[in-house]
């Protein structure tokens, strides 16, 4: 692996922690430099998950994080494949929270699947989606 290939892989890897960080911490200004002005992102997997613009998927994760109590985003084997400006990334999630009225801590697990490109600012996604492979304690009732 050559020095670039090794630079870049370590941004990218930041760039995941940094949307990790920025959605428990609530902190969308952050969440909006993980993504490019015109990215698409895909939470259809959640319950009552949306598609959309960056600003679409703020406003709904705005309101449906507001009721949890918790969340804690763990982003693991990140799988990098770069091509000269773009790259795709395929990253396991786990994300333990606490949901108001369960009592027992619910978790979900999953892969984040992205499209990247290299901007002036460094990295960026373009385009996002979640897919949930499992489901603890759902909100729904019934693991996935």
Known sequence: MDAQTIGDTVEIRQLLTRYATAVDARDWPLYRTVFTEDAEIDYTASPFGIIGSVDDVVDWLERGLSSLEMTMHYVLN????????????????????QIPGLGEQSSCGGYYHHALIRTQDGWQSRSMREEIVWFVNSPLGSPR
């Open 78 to 97: 990140i799988d990098v494949e770069i091509s000269g400006d773009t790259a795709t990334v395929r990253a396991q999630f786990l994300n333990p929270m």
